[in-house]
């Protein structure tokens, strides 16, 4: 598997992120996949997931299933 060029992604914050840092995680639309990566480690691990699996994925968040809590 070839790895995706990311150097030119346009990553965003969620607007909830606040400037006091914390836990927070940065995603970018490459058209094909959704990368994300950690905010605090932008040069770190990304993990890229297709359209559909996004959409599960926060689906799956707002509703709790991913809760460390």
Known sequence: MTPLELSAARWRKSSR???Q???CVEVADLA???AVR???D?????LTLSTAGWRTLTR???NGHHDPA
Do not use: E, L, R, W
């Open 17 to 19: 992120s606040t400037a």
């Open 21 to 23: 840092g914390g836990n």
């Open 32 to 34: 094909t996949v959704i």
């Open 38 to 40: 950690d905010s605090k």
């Open 42 to 46: 932008p040069d770190g691990p990304k």
């Open 60 to 62: 799956q968040v707002k």
